[in-house]
């Protein structure tokens, strides 16, 4: 008799702990959030959806507990260095690092996509004309893996025959020094980004190649997480794309407040006119849709700068809230 | 047999540690050999350590000529001297990758930078030990040597130069393994000549596509490149220093 009672207070106990387990894991998957979040992105404009979120401090509002960090990093490949390290849980970069990343074996995806843009190749010195003029020259990317380099073995392969005709001048210098070095005349040309671009054309540099001619209008920035982290933390991870896209909002219906914004992350200079200018130029247009994601895979795969897991469609490479918004 | 061990427990690390299982922060030694192997015989690690030892050798060798002729104003002048003893107390404490940017400033990005960088990481060791070898020459060799009415010239070369010997290989020593340090740290922050990189820029390439066992394979490499050099010394003092008695092997 008392075996039994012991037996039924036994699988009592038992069901009372499978139900609150089953409870407790049920919330935890909707209410969880990380105790800590690095962010990092990189110097440039395209940034800007993340760089309104730090000012804003929507996460830091929405999340009072979380400890949050804002990092900015010189390149995509130390943002990806961190990322594998685990020391950042949201990384910012260009397509080219990050789908090397993804061929190499990350598991890692887009959360959201912040722009596209017309990526300019820069040169001051007045004798160089064509493409051709840049071998043997000096040409600055932020690395070599960089979708700036990408693009200039995309031109290269296009005007000169092989995509690595341009590749022994190749540097890898973050855009702030690139810009210096071209102004300087230490190197002969810079591929950079908005604003980098903008602020050389009014320094008197000149626009050698534009990237939307050789790969059409293309995805330039996107914000990156690890599966892992995404199904760990699935509904702050779609949460995340929602403010993200929040501030893309912002930056088409209220340009002055966003030039605003940048202009006080930069220190005060450019100025937000400067910026409000920049926002509008064609060259940069803010989305969270993808476009061109597989169209640069399939060049960087073709002229080896991809070496392993190709994605078989752009689905491949974006986290489910990116879908719905009719990629390539 | 300690060899064994070691290679031993890093085959272990690599299959059981949760970070050593991960392919792209860490490589077996098994993986490393493979990439050791396809990078000589593609040519790409060879390529990478031609160019190494080449700046290394110009620039070594640059600085090692600049500093005899330093040492040899500083014998024979008493200004030479003090200003050589004071240059050397400035610029030797100075880690010889400190000059790159200012190098780089100077001379643009490009092969002269490092150089530079280099003849300056070297200089001051062989100066440092010339001197020093000089000073400790026998005294009563040199007072023959003046006795005899020995020029100047030949008294350094004759006398002074054999009699610092020892000194010399020291000096030399020093500065390839500070010169060879300065230039690896020079090519990784450098970074970036893609098609005339040496080893340092082969381990940043490799680290841009992840590609984690040709960084071992590298420093694999440089690991090598760091016994032969030490065991050429060794041979050198065998056959010089030690075969005339100057100096117990």
Not at chain 1, 177 to 199: C, E, K, V, Y
Not at chain 1, 288 to 309: I, K, V, Y
Not at chain 2, 113 to 123: D, P
Request: charged share 15%; no cysteine; proline share 5%.
């Amino acid at each position: 008799m008392q075996k039994l009672r012991l037996a039924a207070v036994v699988i009592a106990a038992a069901l009372v702990a499978t139900v609150v387990a089953a409870a407790t894991a049920r919330g935890g998957a909707t209410a969880l959030v990380p105790d800590k979040l690095v962010i990092a992105y990189q110097p440039g404009m395209g940034y800007a959806p993340l760089i309104i979120m730090k000012s804003q401090r929507t996460l830091e509002r929405r999340y009072p507990g979380m400890q949050i960090e804002w990092r900015v990093l010189p390149s995509g490949t130390a943002i990806t260095n961190g990322v594998i390290a685990g020391q950042i849980q949201v990384g910012a970069m260009g397509t080219g690092p990050f789908l090397v990343g993804y061929a190499r074996g990350i598991d890692w995806k887009m959360i959201a996509p912040l722009n596209e843009a017309d990526l300019w190749l820069m040169v001051k010195d007045p004798n160089i004309r064509t493409l051709a003029d840049l071998r043997g020259k000096r040409i600055a990317t932020p690395t070599n893996t960089s979708i700036q380099a990408v693009v200039l073995r995309k031109m290269a392969e296009v005007r000169l025959g092989s995509s690595k005709a341009l590749d022994a001048g190749l540097l890898a210098m973050d855009h702030p020094d690139g810009m210096q070095a071209l102004l300087a005349g230490q190197i002969d040309a810079h591929f950079t980004s908005p604003p980098f671009q903008f602020q050389e054309k009014n320094r008197g540099a000149r626009v050698l190649g534009r990237s939307y001619g050789y790969f059409g209008a293309h995805t330039f920035l996107g914000a990156v997480l690890t599966s892992r982290f995404y199904s760990e933390y699935t509904s702050f991870s779609n949460q995340l794309y929602r403010d993200i896209a929040a501030a893309i909002r912002l930056i088409r219906t209220n340009p002055q407040k966003v030039a605003t914004i940048l202009q006080q992350d930069a220190g005060g200079n450019p100025t937000w006119r400067q910026f409000k200018q920049w926002i509008g130029n064609a060259a940069i247009t803010y989305t969270t849709r993808p476009r061109g994601l597989m169209r640069t895979a399939t060049f960087m795969n073709r002229t080896d700068q991809l070496p392993g897991r190709m994605p078989s469609s752009w689905t491949d490479l974006v986290f489910p809230p990116v879908v719905p918004t009719k990629g390539s | 047999m300690l060899l064994a061990i070691f290679v031993g427990a890093w085959a272990a690390y690599a299959a059981w540690s949760e970070f050593g299982q991960n392919d792209l922060l860490f490589a077996s030694p098994l993986e490393t050999a493979q990439a050791f192997w396809d990078g000589w015989r593609d040519g790409s690690l060879a390529d990478a350590t031609w160019q190494s030892l080449r700046i290394l050798l110009l620039g070594v060798g640059i600085g090692a000529s600049i500093a005899v002729l330093f040492t040899v104003v500083a014998t024979l002048t008493k200004v030479g001297e003090d200003a050589l003893s004071l240059l050397t107390a400035i610029m030797n404490p100075l880690p010889g990758v400190a000059m790159l940017p200012l190098a780089m400033l100077w001379f643009g990005l490009s092969t002269k930078a490092v150089l530079f960088t280099l003849a300056n990481a070297t200089i001051w060791p062989i100066a440092i030990n010339l001197t020093s070898g000089f000073k400790t020459a026998n005294p009563t060799i040199l007072a023959v040597g003046r006795n005899i009415g020995l020029s100047s010239v030949r008294l350094v070369s004759d006398v002074l130069a054999p009699a610092a010997l020892p000194n010399a290989i020291t000096g030399l020593k020093t500065a390839w393994a500070f010169g060879w340090r300065t230039l690896i740290a020079a090519e990784l922050v450098f970074g970036v000549v893609g098609g005339e990189g040496g080893l340092g820029n082969y381990i940043n390439n490799a680290k841009l596509y992840l590609f984690t066992p040709q960084m071992f394979a590298a420093l694999v490499t440089i690991a090598l490149l760091g016994v032969v050099f030490e065991y050429g010394f060794t041979l050198l003092e065998r056959r010089t220093i030690v075969k005339w008695g100057m100096q117990r092997s």
